[in-house]
């Protein structure tokens, strides 16, 4: 999106303008007295009074419009320095105003902070999700290329073997398939993360797909299972194959969602009966790229889509204590509510 601009045009100050404004204001009695002298004939000078009574208005004037110019040209232009300021210093300047004058610039920039902060972390999010993306990609690339110039190589005099050549080029198929996966995962991640047209579904609608996805798995569905929450179709199933993917690897059997709503939220509990979350990793697993079965080809991006996926339509999803074996998430997302 290309940089845009204010144009560039004069405009008076809003101190100007108070000024201005609080004076016209103040001529008024000193045009009405003047008009009355001027038809009076008996007097051709201002009382003391008078004059004392112009020069007071005067005064309260000029009082009024400084109160008016601290109050509220003065936080203003510290708020204009302070994004300056920021745009130069980054998320160290981010601090609050000394003085905001009123409520309402006190609000805009309590907002303006809100604002400032959630793009830095967009920034640095983006700056951590890069290098760990690259990293990523690299060491499937490293091995591919690796294991090709080996093959390039192969010494007439000393040939390989034909094992040892099927051994890499199982390698390459591998991190090829690896480099798939990840490409995959990240087109999901930027559809969760892009705003999309808003859409409807039910677990209803989606239990069949996964079901035919994941034949290993017994999937059912509890409760109001037809009731119909803000959220897409096709996201719902991105979201929910996430969550089935996961509880496989862990070795799961059984996959039970189950619905409960109020008059604005549904909440749905996915449960499986895997090998769960240790509790060491239970403050890990939403974190990017982090996977406990990389060995195995895990990317560690699943519930990181998920939770950017729900986090779109305005759900959010958390994980639960459980007693037994498996683990329980907790999705909290808008309800639908027919006319």
């Known amino acids: 999106m290309p940089a845009l601009k204010v144009r560039t045009k004069w405009r008076p100050t809003l101190a100007l303008i108070v000024y201005v404004v609080l004076l016209a204001v103040m001529a008024l009695p000193i045009l009405i007295v003047i008009w009355f002298r001027a038809v009076e004939a008996s007097s051709h000078r201002m009382a003391p009074a008078e004059i004392a009574a112009l020069a007071v208005v005067a005064m309260l004037t000029l009082a009024i419009a400084y109160v008016l110019t601290r109050t509220i040209t003065g ?5 204009i320095a302070r994004t300056e300021e920021i745009a130069r210093g980054g998320k160290g300047a ?4 000394e003085s905001y004058g009123t409520r309402e610039i006190a609000v805009l920039s309590q907002s303006f902070l ?13 700056g951590s999700f890069a290098a760990h993306v690259s990293h990523e990609l690299k060491s499937p690339l490293t091995a591919i290329r690796g294991a090709a110039e080996l ?3 192969d010494d007439v005099d000393r040939p390989m073997t034909k094992a040892q050549r099927l051994h890499f080029l199982d390698n390459i198929v591998a991190d090829a398939a690896r480099l798939d996966a990840l490409l995959q995962r990240l087109r999901e991640l930027a559809q969760a993360e892009t705003p999309v047209a808003e859409g409807k579904s039910s677990i209803m609608d989606i239990l069949p797909a996964l079901r035919g996805q994941f034949p290993a798995l017994n999937i059912s569905g509890k409760g109001d299972t037809e009731i119909s929450v803000a959220l897409p179709r096709e996201a719902a199933g991105i979201v929910f194959a996430n969550l089935a993917e996961n509880a496989l690897q862990q070795g799961a059997t059984l996959l039970e969602l189950s619905v409960s709503a109020d008059d604005r939220t549904t909440v749905i509990l996915v449960r499986d009966d895997g090998g769960g979350i240790s509790e060491a990793n239970r403050q890990r697993i939403f974190q990017p790229f982090f996977s406990t079965r990389r060995e195995q080809g895990g990317t560690g991006m699943g519930l990181g889509i998920v939770r950017a996926m729900l986090g ?10 459980t007693a037994g074996a498996g683990a329980e998430f907790e999705i909290t997302i808008p309800r639908i509510v027919l006319a």
């Open 114 to 126: 809100d604002l400032a902060g959630k793009l830095v972390d967009r920034t640095e999010y983006v």
């Open 94 to 97: 981010i601090r609050p105003l």
């Open 151 to 153: 093959l390039r190589d």
């Open 312 to 321: 779109a339509h305005g759900g959010t999803i958390r994980l639960l204590q």
């Open 75 to 79: 936080p203003i232009d510290a708020l």
